[in-house]
């Protein structure tokens, strides 16, 4: 029950710009669904096997206080217990809360948002699939050579557009259209498959969901029809990004 706890959240409040998440969970699987609050990225996860726990439907809301809980010293332990308390409603029986208990006694407990109020405060958007034209697998060395020029750019334009450059996947940050300040890095070699729009997308999401993909195993998909996203296997789900593109 911790360590899918932990993922979860790692993978949501840990990127620093995902608020809330909606679970449903059944006897076959248990998904994970977010967005931010800019609705720049859209999160879709499958957990590798269901959290029996979890079955039923309610909200993950003010992930910051849940990811805070959980890294609080006394809960790194082995002996630390987390359980799902269930309520029933309308004759059903449905996750409400989580609660931690260390090795002493000490105790917090987290309650879970109802079906009904994450439905009305989280109405993700649902992506309808593209046709994925470049597909690359980042390296650390490519993602970490991003982070840094992404410190001096990302001032001057907090964006960057993708494009294909004798069989190169290159980035441009700033501002390219030769106005000001602007840079170009490869950040793949011998990909196939060509992208021909000028679409561009948030730097720093991009890179801190690329960042957290370095502890696991992670691709990136890029489209003409104006989409990106960023797969990852955590060895416990599948985690998903979407991001629409946007006009550079």
Request: with cysteine; glycine share 10%; proline share 3%.
């Amino acid at each position: 029950m911790k360590d899918i706890i932990l993922d979860i959240v790692k993978h949501t409040a840990g990127l620093g710009f995902i608020e809330s998440a909606k679970v449903t969970s059944t006897d076959e699987t248990t998904t994970i669904e977010a967005m931010d609050p800019d609705r720049t990225v859209i999160l879709n996860a499958v957990t590798h096997s269901n959290v029996k726990e979890f079955n039923g439907e309610f909200g993950l809301g003010n992930l910051s206080f849940l990811n805070g809980v959980l890294g609080l010293n006394n809960y790194q332990e082995a002996e630390t217990d987390i359980q799902v308390k269930t309520s029933n409603r309308n004759g059903e029986e449905v996750p409400e809360s989580l609660t931690f208990e260390d090795q002493y006694g000490n105790t917090d407990q987290y309650r879970f948002m109802s079906k009904e109020i994450v439905n009305q405060q989280l109405r993700t958007v649902k992506f309808k699939g593209a046709k994925w034209d470049v597909q690359v697998t980042p390296t650390k060395p490519k993602v970490s050579e991003l982070g840094q020029v992404a410190t001096i750019y990302g001032s001057i334009d907090p964006t960057f557009s993708a494009s294909t450059v004798n069989g190169n996947l290159v980035f441009t940050l700033g501002t390219a259209d030769g106005t000001g300040h602007f840079g170009k890095r490869i950040f793949a070699n011998n990909v196939e498959g060509d992208l021909k729009q000028n679409w561009s997308w948030p730097l720093l999401q991009v890179l801190g969901i690329l960042k957290l993909g370095m502890s696991g195993n992670c691709v990136m998909k890029l489209s003409d029809q104006g989409a990106l996203m960023i797969a990852i296997d955590s060895g416990l789900a599948n985690y998903e990004y979407i991001l629409p593109a946007m006009s550079k």
